[in-house]
């Protein structure tokens, strides 16, 4: 397999980054989404395909613009949690499969009318998309089996397998494009037991449904850490969500990675903060001493969660931590720059490319998938193409 590995190298360019907007935006790199996506590719076999998890906006960026860049990339397949995701994937001129992983009764004609991909999980859905089908005169419509392996979450029970499969068999107006089930907890090193007994119930499941069906649709269970760490559960294709935005479940490996999705803002105003006096709502902070403070024009509204606040969250402004000051507004926080050289107007990172969302996220015992998710659709996209880092292979 190919070997990849990333390289940032520093250039007068990186050194003074170009301001693009006197506000609070969201970057969107291109370029490294084809980085991680060939580098996730590296891990596989050439004859394994890729499933790209595009669901909640390409969590948090710009669903649009990162399918279209990997359906050029070479990606195979893409996932979506709800057909509406799909509907907006296929306006936008996908043309590659869609898998919708949580598909709702009131949604089957949206379905229909954009060639999406039913996941069926559970007897209801099954005998409700198959009646749909028969109503409208719909034959061999692709359809992905869920079972239910361990996570109890959607998918069908293993003892309901051979039923299930034998019903489809027999229906002309369904034929199953793949089998898949998700796995719990494979990036965590205490339940590698589990992990593994997890990939063994769906193989075997995999089999039943094959000898009813009469065919062999694709297998595939991964996700990002199971990529890296079981190639034994790589199966016929891989699904990766968080790997593609440049975060793992190894800090060592997210060294191999590049992240999607920067967001930054800017300094509005700037304030000297006299001893005793008090900074934002419910006095949530109170100087011990003479403190220089920034405003800057991002809340708990855009995403900047509000469990940051007094002094657990930080941004970098000029390549230092300045941390919350007080409890996060809706519309701005402020943070301390008493020794940091700024002035306003300068730019502000909050996470991104040079500090990582999942660092960030441990701050407050949460995760990377919550920042990236939560930022407001109120904060403006850009997509750029490589303007901070140059990836090579």
Same mark, same amino acid.
């Given at each position: 397999?190919?070997?990849?590995?990333?390289?940032?190298?520093?250039?007068?360019?990186?050194?003074?980054?170009?301001?693009?907007?006197?506000?609070?935006?969201?970057?969107?790199?291109?370029?490294?989404?084809?980085?991680?996506?060939?580098?996730?590719?590296?891990?596989?076999? #050439?004859?394994?395909?890729?499933? !790209?998890?595009?669901? !909640?906006?390409?969590?948090?960026?710009?669903?649009?613009?990162?399918?279209?860049?990997?359906?050029?990339?070479?990606?195979?397949?893409?996932?979506?949690?709800?057909?509406?995701?799909?509907?907006?994937?296929?306006?936008? %001129?996908?043309?590659?499969?869609?898998? $919708?992983?949580?598909?709702?009764?009131?949604?089957?004609?949206?379905?229909?009318?954009?060639?999406?991909? #039913? !996941?069926?999980?559970?007897?209801?859905?099954?005998?409700?998309?198959?009646?749909?089908?028969?109503?409208?005169?719909?034959?061999?419509?692709?359809?992905?089996?869920?079972?239910?392996?361990?996570?109890?979450?959607?998918?069908?029970?293993?003892?309901?397998?051979?039923?299930?499969?034998?019903?489809?068999?027999?229906?002309?107006?369904?034929?199953?494009?793949?089998?898949?089930?998700?796995?719990?907890?494979?990036?965590?090193?205490?339940?590698?037991?589990?992990?593994?007994?997890?990939?063994?119930?769906?193989?075997?499941?995999?089999?039943?449904?094959?000898?009813?069906?009469?065919?062999?649709?694709?297998?595939?269970?991964?996700?990002?850490?199971?990529?890296?760490?079981?190639?034994?559960?790589?199966?016929?294709?891989?699904?990766? %969500?968080? %790997?593609?935005?440049?975060?793992?479940?190894?800090?060592?490996?997210?060294?191999?990675?590049? #992240?999607?999705?920067?967001?930054?803002?800017?300094?509005?105003?700037?304030?000297?903060?006299?001893?005793?006096?008090?900074?934002?709502?419910?006095?949530?902070?109170?100087?011990?001493? #003479?403190?220089?403070?920034?405003?800057?024009?991002?809340?708990?509204?855009? %995403?900047?969660?509000?469990?940051?606040?007094?002094?657990?969250?930080?941004?970098?402004?000029?390549?230092?931590?300045?941390?919350?000051?007080?409890?996060?507004?809706?519309?701005?926080?402020?943070?301390? $720059?008493?020794?940091?050289?700024?002035?306003?107007?300068?730019?502000?990172?909050?996470?991104?490319?040079?500090?990582? !969302?999942?660092?960030?996220?441990?701050?407050?015992?949460?995760?990377?998938?919550?920042?990236?998710?939560?930022?407001?659709?109120?904060?403006?996209?850009?997509?750029?193409?490589?303007?901070?880092?140059?990836?090579?292979?």
């Amino acid at each position: 397999m190919q070997n990849l590995s990333l390289q940032i190298p520093m250039t007068k360019e990186v050194e003074k980054p170009e301001m693009i907007a006197g506000e609070t935006v969201l970057e969107i790199n291109l370029e490294a989404v084809k980085h991680n996506f060939h580098y996730l590719k590296s891990k596989i076999a #050439p004859n394994i395909q890729f499933m !790209a998890v595009v669901k !909640a906006n390409s969590y948090g960026s710009d669903a649009s613009e990162i399918a279209l860049e990997l359906e050029k990339e070479g990606a195979d397949y893409f996932a979506v949690a709800y057909s509406s995701e799909g509907e907006i994937l296929r306006k936008a %001129g996908i043309k590659k499969p869609i898998l $919708v992983l949580h598909p709702l009764l009131a949604n089957f004609d949206i379905i229909r009318d954009n060639n999406l991909e #039913p !996941a069926l999980y559970s007897k209801k859905i099954l005998n409700a998309f198959l009646e749909f089908l028969k109503i409208h005169k719909l034959s061999d419509y692709p359809v992905h089996l869920k079972i239910n392996t361990g996570l109890n979450r959607l998918g069908f029970e293993p003892e309901e397998i051979a039923d299930v499969a034998e019903g489809i068999a027999k229906a002309k107006e369904m034929r199953v494009s793949s089998i898949f089930s998700h796995l719990v907890a494979s990036e965590d090193d205490k339940e590698t037991d589990f992990t593994r007994n997890q990939i063994r119930m769906f193989e075997k499941a995999g089999k039943v449904i094959f000898e009813k069906l009469g065919y062999t649709p694709l297998l595939h269970c991964t996700n990002t850490s199971a990529i890296i760490r079981y190639p034994e559960a790589r199966f016929d294709m891989v699904r990766s %969500g968080i %790997g593609l935005y440049g975060y793992t479940y190894d800090p060592a490996e997210n060294k191999n990675l590049a #992240p999607v999705a920067t967001l930054k803002t800017v300094i509005s105003q700037l304030h000297n903060i006299k001893t005793g006096e008090s900074v934002g709502y419910n006095r949530g902070f109170i100087a011990e001493k #003479p403190t220089k403070s920034a405003t800057l024009p991002i809340g708990h509204a855009d %995403g900047f969660l509000r469990a940051f606040g007094k002094g657990k969250g930080w941004v970098i402004i000029n390549g230092k931590k300045a941390k919350v000051l007080g409890n996060v507004c809706m519309d701005m926080v402020m943070v301390d $720059v008493t020794d940091i050289e700024c002035k306003e107007g300068d730019e502000v990172l909050v996470f991104g490319a040079g500090a990582p !969302a999942d660092e960030l996220a441990a701050a407050i015992d949460t995760i990377s998938y919550e920042l990236l998710t939560g930022i407001s659709s109120r904060v403006k996209r850009i997509t750029v193409k490589n303007r901070i880092y140059s990836y090579k292979y």
